[in-house]
Each structure stands twice: as C-alpha cells, then as structure tokens.
C-alpha cells in the first residue's frame, strides 16, 4: 500500500522539525514557517528515500508533485501554511488549499487507483486552524464551521461550531470515510499533540 512507502520519511520529517524549532522563539518558527519551508520542500523530504526513481513536477493540484513511475504512485502535496503571517500575499482559497486535490484523489479512485494515489497534507501546529484553512461558512474571526468542508477533513473536531474550536483529533490516529457506495478514503495521522508539525495521509 502506498502509505508504506512513505511512513519513515513522515516520521523523519516530523523529528526534524522538531529538532529544528527547538533552539527557535516564537517569532523565529513562524518566521520559518511562513516564509523559509514550502511545499517544494515538504515534497522533496517526503519523497527523499526513492532517491532518484522520484520526480517533482509540482504542477497544479492534480498529483503532480511527487512521481514514481516505476510504483505507478502518484502524490498531491499540500503544506498548509499561515497565509496572513506577514507574507503579504492572501490566504489560499479552500478550492486551491484542498477541494481540487480532494477531487482528484476520489476520481483517482474510482477509476482503479486506490493504493497508488494519496495526498500529503502538513501542518505547523503552533497556527489554529483558522490561520490555516478556510473552514467557515463565511468570514469574518469566528464564523460557523463549513460542515461540508470538516467532513472531509475527518482528523478535526469542532466543540461549538465555530472557527475558534477546530482542533486536532488526537485520538482517533486513522479510519475510512465512505464517499459512495464503492468508493473508500482511508486516512491516517501522524504526530502527537506535542509535535510541532503534524502530517495526515489521505489514500
């Protein structure tokens, strides 16, 4: 199964950054966060162990960010950063953040692919989920949570809904969703609350 393949490297990355923000301020890991690690470089240290059978097009949201051939695996990437950190630039739209890739993996799916298609999706954990992802129903600091969007993001729980409450599910580590009758996600967590950068796995 394609989550195999990539378990050590997951791990790796979490110690590392762990091991890296350890000698860092607040200001200096957000400072990292929104401005020095990007998602080339989360794919890059994700797909390190198949060396050179690897290859990162990182093009569009359509699993072009990591390659092997040889495996016929296929990996979308998104690193899930703090838009508004100082960046200058706006918060990715959640079509862009997640929707489309999500999209991809469930037709990915349905034609034969399940096993060899997966999304990658990292988190700085020090940010809310607010900074992190568009999940509300409209905008504004605190709105409702979008319950269509947290349905699909199975590892957050929200207390009241709103925006202000999601938060990691630390105690559920992997499951299935059932979009339709024949079509199966399976997700995995990885990281502890503890983690300074947490990673899920959806397959």
């Not at 199964?1 to 607040?26: A, K, W």
């Not at 989360?42 to 990182?58: D, E």
């Not at 409209?138 to 979008?146: K, L």
Request: charged share 30%.
């Amino acid at each position: 199964m394609i989550n195999f393949y990539f378990e050590s490297s997951i791990y790796i990355l979490i110690d590392e950054m762990n091991m890296l923000m350890s000698g860092l301020n607040d200001k200096k890991q957000r400072d990292y966060a929104n401005k020095k690690f990007t998602e080339a470089d989360f794919a890059i240290r994700l797909g390190s162990p198949f060396r050179h059978l690897a290859r990162y097009p990182m093009q569009g949201a359509k699993g072009q960010d990591i390659i092997v051939d040889y495996k016929d695996f296929e990996i979308e990437v998104k690193y899930w950063r703090n838009w508004f950190g100082g960046t200058g630039t706006q918060k990715a739209t959640w079509n862009n953040s997640f929707e489309k890739a999500y999209d991809w993996l469930v037709d990915e799916i349905k034609n034969g692919k399940k096993n060899y298609r997966a999304i990658i999706c990292g988190w700085f954990t020090f940010f809310e989920w607010r900074e992190l992802l568009q999940l509300g129903d409209s905008a504004g600091q605190n709105p409702n949570v979008n319950d269509k969007r947290l349905e699909i993001l199975p590892f957050l729980k929200c207390e009241d809904r709103r925006i202000r409450t999601v938060r990691t599910n630390y105690s559920v580590k992997s499951d299935m969703v059932k979009i339709r009758e024949n079509i199966q996600i399976n997700w995995e967590l990885f990281g502890v609350e503890n983690d300074i950068f947490n990673i899920v796995m959806l397959y």
